[in-house]
């Protein structure tokens, strides 16, 4: 997984027909991904899941990069109602798995996961919330104000990217490795 932006998650939980009764608010995103995902993160996934402003991930080849940052995005799509979260890898191929990833985690939430009819790769939420998967290149990144931005690769995303891209993002920025 390349670099993670976000602004601090503040719970903004809106009530939507796709919530079950039992439904209760989880804003710590690690219980979140145990509870709600069905996935077990570890020690180190765990920090990657609670990360601050900024965060860089530098780890082994199939260590779970991708996927513990899919549940962070899954996480503030779900918790954070009308949040924009962008996926930003070196090829649309990479955005693609990325976004199939999120898309799993999205169905066990009992949400049949859909796009937001406006971008080939991205999920659309009930509470208006979206995951967006854009190809690395400063081009296809242009106007997006985003709340979470994950960059997968990123040492293979240009640096134009980081050097163009507008100072929310740059404010907003989070690396992971």
Avoid at 24 to 32: G, L, M, Q, T
Avoid at 80 to 87: F, H, I, K, N, R
Avoid at 94 to 121: C, H, T
Avoid at 146 to 154: K, N, P, S, V, Y
Wanted: aromatic share 8%; with cysteine.
């Amino acid at each position: 997984m390349g670099a993670y932006w976000t602004k601090s998650l503040r719970p903004n939980i809106a009530a939507t027909p796709a919530r079950p009764k039992a439904w209760r608010e989880i804003p710590d995103a690690a219980e979140f991904a145990r509870e709600r995902l069905d996935f077990q993160p570890d020690e180190k996934q765990t920090l990657v899941l609670r990360g601050g402003r900024r965060g860089i991930v530098n780890c082994t080849r199939q260590w779970g990069k991708s996927t513990v940052t899919a549940a962070k995005a899954v996480h503030r799509g779900y918790c954070e109602a009308g949040s924009l979260t962008l996926v930003v890898s070196p090829s649309a191929r990479q955005s693609g798995e990325f976004i199939r990833k999120a898309k799993n985690f999205v169905g066990r939430l009992g949400i049949r996961p859909r796009g937001d009819g406006d971008n080939n790769l991205s999920i659309a939420f009930p509470n208006g919330s979206r995951i967006v998967g854009l190809p690395g290149n400063e081009a296809t990144t242009r106007g997006f104000t985003a709340d979470l931005i994950l960059i997968d690769e990123a040492s293979r995303v240009p640096d134009e990217l980081y050097l163009r891209c507008g100072p929310r993002w740059r404010r907003a920025m989070e690396t992971c490795g």
